[in-house]
């Protein structure tokens, strides 16, 4: 890029993004000096379970709302209309199903890792294949989120980019392996804060510059941005209201359902009722993350939609494009470049930060403690801390190899998402609603599920058949100097015919890849399971199941539930469901009557000290 165009910052700006490294390292050192001092694992990976719902739910939004969806989701806007928006219909059933079917499950076993779920309902064999696809999952993940910011950054104002990379990933490794759990939450807490505020001013100084509300709003429908309900069916589609909306969920639920860095945080709240309060307050904030970066886009578009860019990006990429807008917009009013750079840079830190957390949890509960049962608690926190520490400098590597692909990176991160969470999910609801399905079941599942996911994947990649249809624009902008073909292709609607056979499932939109999965997992994993004999229901270990069948008859009318339902015991577990599930009682909506006496047995395992205390009537 030509120097001479390059954004500067002024004193102010470099302040402000130092305030915000020193506070999260703060934030790290306080709750390494005060509580318990991180003596123990509970404390260390679990914040000793005693988090309010506050904390936790803006941590909830911060772990997944990484510089990827800052910068992509504009991005996204900006190239192909508001269409993304309608992901805000997915954010309802992926959040209240987390809220009142896994979290109900997961919280009343009392487990410290997601995984713990899979041994206790399966066997050891699928709780390690849960935990190496998740640690695959986010090791790939982290590596896009610790690269995105720097990359954007170094193209627009030419900041170091690997001494940015190795910044971030080194004050992240810091606060989060002295600082434990409590550390990540309260960081986030205030990172979340700084993300929205830089986000807001954009939007706000953009606005004007643009020339206000009613010219902005007319710059878009001319440029044809503002995208109506697209009810088309086809699953090859990249964004409809089918494969946003619905597909969507299936990307939420793995997310926010069964995602270690979530589940943790549910874990760690001090009741079941504040881990179901804190999901539903993600809902709003979400709502508003999601707002704030589709305007961005919008604002973006009224103010570039008729200019000529050339020479002022070297990066053919949209994503650096966003950074470049927001710098030309914030020039000249100090301290507001600095505070975006700090908005980018606390949404990725707070996403590296429970990636590092929720990965030295399950290492150490999933795969070291098991082996090594004898273990001192002060030993295994000690592991704990370098476990952090060490996938802080994993990460750096990851982003050197997210810096050789080449995509958008929301799309990245979302095919991630649905390619290695989509089989995960699929796994916890084998077990969770099918309590035929058996072990052997579930890995086969488990590993039909990433294959499809990655055939599906890697072949979309090689074919390179993404049907990216790009909206015809009424003003023409060129973005690049020496490759005007994208500027081309804009002007005219991308005819594809429509691709068939093999060709046609590559081109699967990658928003169906989790729901895909997903169900690859539970088919394979039922049939595998009734071939090589099905779990008996009384074999299978109580609170381990969701009576899906059961809940679903709540909902009928009183004489109907009672001709379906034989056995009407109340169940006093029922009692500590929440006011939704109230409605349950007297019937029996609970679990199978084995269960019952089936607890008396597992007083040992401390894991599931809470549901037998409940059920022993
Ligand atoms: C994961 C969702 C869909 C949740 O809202 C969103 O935050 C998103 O698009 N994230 C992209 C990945 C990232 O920001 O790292
Ligand atoms: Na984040």
Redesign the pocket.
Not at 61 to 67: K, L, P, T, V
């Given at each position: 890029m030509d120097p001479s165009r390059q954004k500067h910052f002024s004193v102010v700006d470099y302040v402000i993004f130092a305030v915000l490294l020193a506070a999260s390292a703060g934030i790290g050192l306080y709750y390494a000096l005060s509580g318990g001092r991180q003596r123990t694992t509970q404390e260390f990976l679990l914040a000793d379970r005693s988090m309010r719902c506050l904390p936790v739910s803006l941590s909830l939004?911060?772990?997944?709302?990484?510089?990827v969806a800052i910068i992509g989701v504009p991005a996204e806007i900006y190239t192909h209309g508001t269409q993304y928006w309608f992901m805000g219909c997915a954010y309802v059933l992926g959040l209240l199903i987390p809220a009142h079917v896994f979290i109900p499950v997961l919280y009343r076993l009392r487990l410290s890792s997601a995984y713990q779920y899979l041994e206790l309902r399966f066997s050891k064999a699928v709780r390690v294949c849960g935990t190496l696809t998740f640690i695959f999952q986010m090791v790939v993940y982290m590596g896009v989120?610790v690269y995105t910011p720097a990359f954007a950054l170094n193209a627009v104002t030419g900041f170091e980019l690997w001494g940015t990379v190795l910044v971030t990933g080194l004050v992240c490794t810091l606060y989060t392996t002295v600082g434990g759990l409590k550390a990540v939450i309260w960081t986030?807490v205030f990172?979340?804060a700084v993300?929205f505020a830089g986000q807001l001013a954009v939007i706000v100084v953009g606005v004007q510059r643009a020339g206000g509300v009613s010219e902005v709003w007319r710059k878009v429908l001319e440029g044809n941005r503002i995208s109506g309900l697209d009810l088309n069916p086809d699953p090859t589609e990249r964004h409809t209201f089918w494969t946003l909306g619905v597909g969507g969920v299936f990307l939420m639920l793995s997310l926010y359902g069964v995602n270690q860095a979530q589940v943790q945080r549910y874990l760690s709240s001090r009741t079941e009722r504040d881990a179901v309060r804190s999901c539903y307050m993600v809902f709003p904030s979400l709502q508003l993350a999601l707002a704030l970066s589709c305007i961005m886009g919008l604002v973006m578009f009224a103010q570039y939609c008729g200019e000529d860019h050339a020479d002022k990006l070297k990066s053919s990429s949209r994503d650096a494009m966003v950074i470049y807008f927001v710098m030309d917009m914030l020039q000249g009013l100090p301290g507001l470049p600095g505070l975006f750079v700090a908005c980018l840079f606390?949404?990725?830190?707070?996403?590296i930060s429970?990636a590092f957390n929720s990965l030295a949890t399950v290492t150490m509960e999933d795969l070291i403690k098991p082996q090594f049962p004898s273990m001192s608690e002060a030993r295994a926190t000690l592991v704990s801390k370098a476990l952090a520490s060490s996938y802080g400098l994993l990460c750096l590597a990851m982003a050197y190899l997210t810096h050789l692909m080449g995509d958008s990176v929301l799309q990245v991160a979302l095919k991630i998402f649905g390619m290695v969470g989509g089989p995960i999910l699929g796994v916890f609801c084998l077990g969770m609603f099918f309590p035929c399905a058996n072990s052997t079941g579930a890995v086969t599942g488990l590993g039909a599920g990433l294959l499809m996911a990655f055939w599906v994947g890697i072949g979309s990649i090689v074919t390179r058949s993404s049907k990216t249809e790009l909206l015809a624009p009424s003003c023409h902008f060129v973005l690049e100097s020496e490759n005007t073909t994208s500027a081309l292709q804009t002007t005219f609607r991308n005819i594809t015919s429509r691709p068939s056979g093999l060709r046609r499932f590559y081109s699967l939109s990658y928003m169906w890849y989790s729901g895909f999965s997903c169900f690859t997992v539970i088919l394979t994993g039922l049939i595998i399971s009734f071939l090589t004999g099905p779990m008996k229901e009384e074999d299978v270990t109580p609170g381990t199941i969701y009576p899906l069948g059961e809940k679903l008859l709540c909902f009928l009318p009183e004489c109907v539930q009672k001709k379906l339902c034989c056995v009407t015991q109340p169940l006093s577990e029922e009692e500590r469901l929440p006011p939704q599930h109230k409605d349950c009682n007297g019937l029996s909506c609970g679990h199978p009557p084995s269960s019952q006496e089936e607890t008396e047995g597992l007083s040992s395992q401390p894991c599931c000290h809470n549901v037998e205390q409940e059920t022993a009537v």
């Open positions: 939004i911060a772990s997944f709302q990484s510089a989120c986030d990172q979340t993300m606390s949404a990725a830190l707070s996403t429970s």
